[in-house]
C-alpha cells in the first residue's frame, strides 16, 4: 500500500468519525430541546390549572354563602316549628279538657 491510500483510508475513517460525532452531538441535542419543551409545557399546564382553580374561588364562596344562607333559614323554621309545637303542648297539658287548646 502506498502512503496515499492509507492516507486516504486514514482521512475516510476520520470523516466517518467526525459525521458520526456530529450527529450524535446532533441528536444528544435535540432530544435536549424535546425535554426542555416538556418541562415548560408541563409547568406551563400547571400553571392554566392553577389559574382555573384560582378563578373558581369567588364562585365557591358564592356557592357556599347561599349554602349557609339556606341552612340558617331551615335552622330557624324547624327552631320556630318547634317552638311553637312546644307551647301547644304546654296550653294543651295545663287544659287537658279544652279541646280548642290543642290546635295549632
Given at each position: 500500500?502506498?502512503?496515499?491510500?492509507?492516507?486516504?483510508g486514514?482521512?475516510?475513517?476520520?470523516?466517518?468519525f467526525?459525521?458520526?460525532t456530529?450527529?450524535?452531538?446532533?441528536?444528544i441535542?435535540n432530544?435536549?430541546?424535546?425535554?426542555?419543551?416538556?418541562?415548560?409545557?408541563?409547568?406551563?399546564?400547571?400553571?392554566?390549572?392553577?389559574?382555573?382553580?384560582y378563578?373558581l374561588?369567588?364562585?365557591?364562596?358564592?356557592?357556599?354563602?347561599?349554602?349557609?344562607?339556606?341552612?340558617?333559614?331551615?335552622?330557624?323554621?324547624?327552631i320556630?316549628?318547634?317552638?311553637?309545637?312546644?307551647?301547644?303542648?304546654a296550653?294543651?297539658?295545663?287544659?287537658?279538657?279544652?279541646?280548642?287548646?290543642?290546635?295549632?
Open positions: 500500500m502506498t502512503p496515499a491510500v492509507i492516507l486516504f486514514a482521512l475516510v475513517a476520520g470523516g466517518v467526525l459525521l458520526a456530529a450527529a450524535g452531538a446532533i441528536g441535542y432530544q435536549l430541546v424535546k425535554l426542555k419543551n416538556r418541562y415548560v409545557n408541563g409547568f406551563s399546564q400547571i400553571e392554566v390549572q392553577l389559574k382555573r382553580r378563578d374561588i369567588p364562585n365557591l364562596v358564592e356557592a357556599a354563602k347561599a349554602y349557609l344562607k339556606h341552612e340558617r333559614e331551615t335552622l330557624e323554621a324547624v320556630a316549628a318547634r317552638n311553637q309545637a312546644s307551647n301547644g303542648l296550653k294543651a297539658a295545663s287544659d287537658p279538657t279544652n279541646s280548642s287548646s290543642m290546635q295549632a
